[in-house]
């Protein structure tokens, strides 16, 4: 039998890939602008660091939350109501002039962001037919690693001219047309499958990621070796256990452990995690080496840095059609061998590098970064059934900003030996690839 075809599938694309932009960008984007908002809020640099974490250890600890809901009541309807959200928060944060009131802002449009991030994929999965999924899901992935990386050049272009509010009031007529596209064209009608919330999975989940990224972003403060932070990370670890167990034993788990049964869709979520890790690691190292070593200006620093997303955004989607045609594990480990010559390229680079060769290499990490994302994000939500599309939505975006976390925390604290554990943690995913394709090539032939 066909696939039924949504004739507005392309403009449900548009308004979800919007917000998804959105909401990632406001991760990164913030970055750039600490040291003005810390100055004209009169705040020490540490606290004002929590502006960024607090954005994304919320979303964090709600994704999966959201996720499981949208598997429940709908993923059309948990978007909507986080796209809302997300503007609300926008426009507190837009509003604050003392850092309590912008962390409440940052809060409300991380809730609103883990909403959309949980159910956008799963949006796009049951929206296109599989035949054209690749290429929409591509579409998405440059949605998010335009905003992952993206942020600081765009937030440097909105310093320029604007105070840092603009960075947040911008979300505003932005999500609004998104919002508006998006109450014309998502269907008003979509399958649910009602169920009870685990809620002492959750909570136990909660408590879990809390205590790992407290134990984190102070230990970077501290130091690892104190015996506070050790201890911390030991009960982060113990209550992960806890949460395992209580899934197993629920009646109706917040995350079935069956589906990670599934080689492609655990090895997908593993390869995606370590390439964000990657992609961090020189995403934070960049303008300490663009403008600090280079003496370049902070402006053409972002402009060198745009390079990354101007590629993927072209790559993507092609990467994603061919997805329908080629071997997508094929199409993956084809990615991540350009995104380690990306990095080995990287450890060459020193005061007297040209820019052609900064570029040349910036734009190979785009590249592979285009190749990858959009086939490893189709095996990934193609293989799970309709009924788990939202929480192998929330696990996939979960699995990212974990990424995020992960590779900005040890970038600071490794410094320039980072982009020589990227190229590590690079060649990990290539071999976990292939790993794939021979699970792949031995199943299909059993």
């Known amino acids: 039998m066909d ?24 991760g990164s984007i913030v970055n750039i602008a600490l040291p003005v908002i810390s100055k004209d809020l009169n705040i020490e640099m540490n606290m004002a660091e929590w502006i960024v974490s607090i954005y994304l250890i ?28 997300f503007i609300l928060g926008s426009i507190v944060c837009g509003l604050s002039s003392d850092l309590p009131f912008l962390l409440v802002g940052r809060m409300v449009q991380a809730i609103g962001a883990s909403m959309a991030m949980a159910t956008n ?8 037919p599989f035949s054209e999924r690749g290429y929409a899901l591509g579409y998405i992935g440059s949605f998010v690693s ?36 998006g109450y014309i064209n998502l269907p008003k009608k979509e399958k649910t499958n009602p169920s009870k919330f685990d809620t002492k999975g959750f909570l136990v989940y909660l408590v879990t990621l809390v205590l790992f990224f407290s134990s984190i972003f102070i230990g970077q403060s501290v130091g690892f070796t ?45 390869a995606g995690f370590l390439i964000f890790v990657t992609n961090f690691f020189f995403n934070v190292i960049s303008p300490f080496y663009l403008e600090n070593a280079l003496g370049i200006a902070a402006s053409t620093a972002g402009y060198i840095l745009m390079a990354f997303p101007l590629v993927q955004v072209v790559v993507a989607p ?57 086939p490893n994000n189709t095996m990934i939500m193609s293989s799970v059934e309709t009924r788990e599309l939202g929480i192998a939505g929330g696990l996939n975006a979960l699995s990212r900003n974990l990424g995020m976390i992960i590779g900005v925390s040890l970038s600071t604290t490794v410094l320039f030996l980072s982009m020589t554990f990227a190229v590590i943690i690079c060649l990990i995913a290539i071999i976990m690839s292939v790993v794939r394709l021979i699970k792949s090539r031995r199943s299909n032939n059993g």
């Open 3 to 26: 696939e039924k075809v949504n004739p507005r599938r392309w403009m449900i694309l548009i308004s979800v890939g919007i917000f998804t932009l959105m909401a990632t960008l406001d």
């Open 58 to 85: 919320t979303i964090c600890i709600f994704l999966l939350m959201f996720g499981k809901i949208a598997d429940s009541i709908g993923k059309i309807k948990v978007f909507k109501i986080g796209s809302v959200l």
């Open 121 to 128: 994929n799963g949006i796009i999965t049951q929206s296109f």
């Open 146 to 181: 335009i905003g992952a990386i993206a942020g600081p050049g765009i937030g440097g272009l909105i310093l320029g001219h604007f105070h840092w509010s603009y960075i947040f009031w911008i979300n505003i007529p932005i999500g609004l047309i998104a919002l508006l596209m």
């Open 226 to 270: 104190n015996p506070y932070i050790i201890a911390t990370f030991i009960v982060a670890i113990a209550c992960f256990f806890v949460f395992l167990h209580i899934e197993k034993v629920v009646e109706h788990p917040m995350i079935e452990l069956k589906i990670f049964a599934n080689h492609n869709f655990t090895l997908g979520l593993v």
């Open 318 to 374: 092609i990467s994603g059609k061919l997805s329908a045609k080629v071997n997508p594990i094929v199409l993956t480990i084809v990615g991540l061998i350009v995104i380690e010559i990306a990095q080995l390229g990287y450890l060459s680079f020193n005061i007297n590098t040209s820019i052609w060769f900064i570029l040349i290499f910036i734009g190979l990490n785009g590249l592979g970064n285009g190749l990858f994302q959009a």
